[in-house]
């Protein structure tokens, strides 16, 4: 068990972890790319609510 913790403190030594600009710009990525989805699955429920109501 010893032996697997230092494994892993020193795989976590090598980790290269990203900068604050990089981490702000991908999480603003991440928002946007949320956001646009959202509606995408919006529009696509109101219109087959509508298709539904329609015609059945």
Same mark, same amino acid.
């Given at each position: 068990?010893?032996?697997? %913790? ?12 990203? +900068? ?6 991908? +999480? ?19 219109? %087959?609510?509508?298709?539904?109501? +329609?015609? %059945?």
């Amino acid at each position: 068990m010893i032996k697997f %913790f230092k494994s892993v403190g020193h795989t976590m030594k090598e980790v290269t972890w990203p +900068t604050w600009k990089q981490n702000r710009r991908d +999480t603003g990525m991440v928002i946007t790319a949320s956001i646009l989805f959202g509606l995408y699955l919006g529009l696509l429920d109101l219109l %087959f609510s509508y298709l539904v109501q +329609t015609f %059945f």
